[in-house]
């Protein structure tokens, strides 16, 4: 497979679709001819939320021209709102973060540090989730750093994230990243500035939501998404 070089002025959602990274549920009508998939946020009864879309950044990271094209979009944007001087050094968040961030980092000039990846205990049916540990790093008191993230979802996730690195001494003074799909977080989430490459809103539901509950019922939906990519590329080929 040859690695996929970025054309002078793409659009990155439509580089991103090149890459394979884009899940669109196919529809006929109504009727979903292929999954729903599970995202990270939970509703109030602790069952995750689901859609039609999904960004799988890790398809992005086989190709390191479109990684690199995507930290430059986001290099600019912090330039535009006068925040590259705002930190010292960008975190990055496994999986794609860490990649991501470290593209950031290098252009960018600053220090670079990640977490390591370890997974929680976790019921089936449900996505997996995970803790960061970051004790592979010295920190600080007060250094200033930017959490670099793959996708933003709908910032459920972001708590425990600034939770755990808050512990370490550090001060968190912004979040940035690939994508932002939160229906409800545009600019910043809790006084922090958020930057990305993209900003598109996905829609999500409940999955008691009457636009999804039928699917639902019917386990027509994809808790392990990563996992199965291909198979829901090819469903949205068919």
Known sequence: MKPIIPIPGEDLLELGKRCGAVYICPKNGSIRKGPLV???GKDGKG????????FNFRRIEEHQEVVSIFAWVALQKLQDRTLIDSFDTVCGIPHGGRTFGQALARISEKRFVYADKKPKPTEVGKKQEY???????????????????????????????LTEIAMTGAKIVLLVGALNRSPIYDTTYKGLPVVTSIR???PEYEQDDPAVAEDVTASNVEFEVKKNWASLLAKMRQ
Do not use: C, M
Request: no cysteine.
């Open 47 to 54: 069952r995750n939320l689901v859609g039609d879309i999904y």
């Open 38 to 40: 599970a995202y990270a």
């Open 131 to 161: 803790t960061w540990d970051l004790s592979q790093f010295d920190f600080e008191k007060g250094e200033r750093v930017a959490i670099a993230e793959d996708v933003f979802n709908n910032f459920q996730n972001t708590d425990n994230t």
């Open 200 to 202: 598109e809103v996905y």
